[in-house]
């Protein structure tokens, strides 16, 4: 009758369980540390990436205040060529006015 398992004795077994928790332990805290390397460098490049985008955000947000700015000096100025041209119809109406009131007083 076996005093143990597999035909092992009681040390046997107890120093074959130790050995075998032993490499558990450090293939465990291999993983363990190799995955926690790996996530430090994904944290790492994750930052930067937000980095990157918050710079671009911010170009952009600047870029989009300057063509408000520029659209703004643009409707200005359309504006008022449109109240120019509004003048030079009514100067070019009284004209043809005065034209037509010379030539009508001319032919009569």
Known sequence: MPHGFWGLGWGEVVSLFTLI???ANY???GVSRTA???NRKDMEDLNSKLTDFKINVSEL?????????????LT??????????????IDM?????HLEGDNYDNNH
């Open 21 to 23: 928790m032993v490499i």
């Open 27 to 29: 293939i465990k805290s």
């Open 36 to 38: 926690h390397e790996s």
């Open 61 to 73: 947000s600047s870029l989009l205040r300057q063509l408000n700015r520029d659209l703004a000096n």
């Open 76 to 89: 200005k100025r359309v504006d008022k060529s449109e109240d120019e041209i509004e003048k030079l119809k």
């Open 93 to 97: 109406t009284k004209v043809k006015e």
